[in-house]
């Protein structure tokens, strides 16, 4: 099979199309035909060794991905030719990817293979920041960060599906042109703009929840224009750098500062991860929330797709279509 490998760490123009060995299933197991593959923050940080997780090269790289089930191992009830989507640490930037068929979900009818691909991360780690770790309600303030990002775009979409009224803060017209057509109901351009101030104006005293997949030079203001008792969510920093938080501002607004991370969530809080996946599932299958794809690479061109995103054009989700 063909797959884009990063057979050293090194930036997106090192991967490498090559020739891998079939793979094929052990017990449990499930070999998928990738059809789609999205690109994910994390994937450029894996190929520079640069993320908290180390895979030693050679590996392909791609974390999320839509396609056809080709074979099955024992004890296992998918079929061929089922239409399936998961995620996995890396490898999706290839024609075939073997995974536990537990770590596979089906895709909804009417959805393709690009949406189902660009659906799982984002909108996972989107969602239980919102509803689980924010306890987001109708009406409240939310104010996003890197919101026509991959993660972004999902918590915007998902937070106008929730009945939340949404801040958008990016670093363009044409990223915050597109938060608004995607329900944000007011927009900050943070390069630009006084955030904390115009936060502070839009709301009228302050936000209810910052969702923050951006950090370094951003996080604080936004943290300075939450209300009372509001809800901070530190999810990843993009920005490339951890912010510091003067803890006075935490204590004297009462505010809650919380972590979330996709792979550890339904670990330590299974069963609100169970609930928000069966909510996440249905909003999906009835067409409530769509990821928006912003940009299509052919596989031989992974590495050009991966450049886009660390190149900071990305609009919503990228996607890799394999075959
Ligand atoms: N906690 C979790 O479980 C979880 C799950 C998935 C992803 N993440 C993390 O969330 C972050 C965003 O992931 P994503 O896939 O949404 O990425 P993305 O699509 O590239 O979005 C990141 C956004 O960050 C902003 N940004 C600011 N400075 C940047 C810089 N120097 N380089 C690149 N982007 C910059 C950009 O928006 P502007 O240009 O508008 O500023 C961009 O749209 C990453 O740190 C990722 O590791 C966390």
Sequence with gaps: MKAMVCREYGTPEDLQLMDLPDPSPGPGEV????????????????????????IPP??????????????????????????VSGSVMVGAFAEKVVLKADSLAPMPDG???????????????????????????????????GAAGGVGLAAVDLAVALGARVIAAASS???????????????????????????????????????????????????????RGGTFVTLGYAAGS?????????????????????????VDRPDEAVRDNRELAQLFSSGAVRPYIGARFPLHEAGKALRHVADRKALGKVIIDVC
């Design 31 to 54: 070999v998928v035909g990738v059809r789609a593959a999205a690109v994910n923050f994390p994937d450029v940080l894996f190929i520079s060794g640069g993320y908290q997780v180390k």
């Design 58 to 83: 050679p590996f392909a790289p791609g974390s999320e991905f839509a396609g056809e089930v080709l074979a099955v191992g024992d004890g296992v009830t998918y079929s061929p030719g089922a239409r």
């Design 111 to 145: 959805v393709d293979f690009a949406d189902a691909a660009a659906f799982g991360v984002t909108y996972r780690t989107a969602y239980y920041a919102l509803r689980s770790v924010a306890g987001v309600q109708r009406g409240d303030w939310v104010v996003v960060l």
């Design 173 to 227: 017209a044409e990223k915050l042109a597109l938060c608004r057509t995607r329900g944000a109901e007011a927009t900050v351009d943070y390069d630009r703009e006084n955030l904390r101030d115009r936060i502070k104006e839009i709301t009228a005293g302050g936000a209810r929840a910052v969702l923050d997949p951006v950090g370094g030079r951003y996080a604080e203001p936004a943290l300075r224009a939450l209300g």
């Design 242 to 266: 951890i912010p510091s938080i003067p803890l006075n501002l935490v204590l004297l607004k009462a505010i809650t500062v919380r972590g979330m991370e996709i792979r550890t969530f339904p």
